[in-house]
């Protein structure tokens, strides 16, 4: 197998010849057609996030399942299955019997603390992979594994307010806004500084209003959602929600939040945060996904090349989302 690896942090990735992987008992071997690139991702490669192993990224896999360890049930070889970034969890801690699996103390993560799908394959637990049936392309759906189930999980938490607002028009506000849309809502989005591209894109997509993230909208918003890793930003959500409204910060990493004035927070407006996804998570959201009618932009990228769209990533050089081929 082929596999683009993270030895260390803040290093380019690099190409490796490995041998093929095995699956354990629990576990199906994938052939990987598509991985999206995420900004968490670029999190894992950059050093924002802690680890002590080289690690092969990539946590949005569409494949087929090639081979299958011992006690498996419910795929078949050949299948077309979908891996995301919960890759494993313990069971039995308090989240997880609490219906909190997002949150539990001994989980595992693909692309992060078991290796990823920025690679001809990889190996899962299959109890944390999902059929993904026949329509639409691979590469399309990759971006839905993680921007789509993480913006799911932000836009269920930023309550049922009309009015909603989103920081950062990347892989995962392109596919809630397309939600957001379907549900009756009305999209706000907020761009990096003079990126008409991505107001335009938002625009395309049905928002009903596009700037940048320094300007008020035009009315008070009942939700927002930060996806872009600017705790900067914080403020600026706060202060463009009304009484009550909530913000949501939707990435696994953030520069500091900067002091603001008690008063953007008072009456009653909350801040929170999202964390990782539960198996539920997916489930629902891989049914609303095609009823909502929602495709994704992409550009697509050989495997060789993780390094180039992880660049293009970083400095906002597309729009939608990125997705390697191998
Ligand atoms: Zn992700
Ligand atoms: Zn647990």
Not at 228 to 244: D, E, I, M, Q, T
Not at 255 to 281: G, K
Not at 291 to 301: D, F, L, Q, S
């Amino acid at each position: 197998m082929r596999a683009m690896v993270s030895r260390r942090p803040s290093e380019p990735l690099i190409l490796e010849e490995r041998p093929d992987l095995q699956p354990g008992p629990g576990e199906v071997r994938v052939r990987v057609s598509a991985c999206g690139v995420c900004r968490t991702d670029l999190h894992v490669v950059d050093g924002d996030l802690a680890r002590d192993r080289a690690v092969v990224p990539g946590h949005e896999i569409v494949g087929v399942v090639d081979a299958i360890g011992a006690g498996v049930a419910g795929f078949t070889p050949g299948q077309r299955v979908g891996v995301p970034w919960l890759g494993h969890t313990c069971g039995h801690c308090a989240y997880c019997r609490s219906g909190r699996e997002n949150l539990c103390d001994a989980p595992l993560f693909t692309g992060y603390t078991r290796d990823g799908g920025f690679a001809s394959h990889v190996v899962a637990d299959a109890a944390y992979c999902f059929a993904l049936g026949e329509a639409g392309d691979d590469a399309h759906l990759a971006p839905l594994l993680c921007a789509g189930l993480i913006g799911w999980r932000a836009l269920r938490m930023a309550g049922e307010g009309r009015d909603l607002g989103l920081y950062g028009f990347g892989a995962a506000a392109h596919i809630v806004a397309q939600v957001a849309r379907w549900q009756g809502r009305r999209v706000f989005a907020f761009t990096r500084v003079g990126d008409e591209a991505a107001q335009a894109f938002a625009r395309s997509l049905g928002a009903a209003w596009a700037g940048d993230s320094t300007m008020a909208p035009p009315e008070p918003l009942d939700a927002a959602i930060i996806f872009a890793p600017s705790g900067a930003l914080v403020p600026l959500a706060l202060r463009a929600v009304k009484k009550g409204g909530r913000v949501v910060c939707g990435g696994i990493h953030m520069s500091d939040i900067p002091s603001f004035p008690y008063l953007l927070l008072w009456e009653e407006r909350q801040l929170i945060s999202v964390a990782n996804l539960t198996r539920r998570d997916a489930v629902e959201f891989l049914a609303v996904a095609p009823r909502a009618g929602v495709t994704t932009e992409i550009t697509r990228y050989p495997l060789d090349q993780a390094n180039a769209a992880l660049d293009d990533l970083r400095a906002g050089r597309f729009t939608g989302a990125a997705v390697l081929v191998p």
